[in-house]
């Protein structure tokens, strides 16, 4: 089943970058031993790159993990790295889709809309 968004009941975002070969066994150990969190729990874990133009979503559903990725083509994920000393920043859905949408909360204004004809 596809992400139901209604029945998340949180999402926490990992303030530090990780290494993106880290696949869900890797990401789940920062989750539970750095994070402090049950993986299990439903909730989505958020995870981004050095050079922040990709994101990680981790979460548990039902009967085994899923992970997303999403990789911009062009810019960069704006990620909320000086808000707090706490190694997580508790999201709200909206602020989920404003930080996939490249919104840059400062400004309220998202990365322009990329079309291309072919790979």
């Known amino acids: 089943m596809f992400l139901d968004v209604m029945h998340i009941p949180e999402v926490y975002l990992y303030r530090e970058i990780i290494d993106f070969r880290n696949g869900i066994n890797g990401l789940i150990g920062i989750v539970e031993f750095q994070l402090c969190e049950n ?3 439903g909730k989505l874990f958020v995870f981004t ?11 548990w559903d039902r009967n085994g993990f899923c992970l997303w990725q999403k990789r911009l083509e062009k810019f960069r994920f704006y990620w909320p790295s000086h808000l707090s000393d706490d ?11 404003w930080l996939l949408e490249g919104y840059n909360l400062r400004y309220l204004k998202p990365h322009p809309e990329l079309k291309f004809e072919k790979i």
Do not use: E, G, P, R
């Open 39 to 41: 993986v299990l729990s």
């Open 49 to 59: 790159n050095k050079s922040k133009d990709k994101i990680k979503i981790l979460y």
């Open 87 to 97: 190694k997580k920043i508790i999201l709200t859905m909206q602020q989920m889709k």
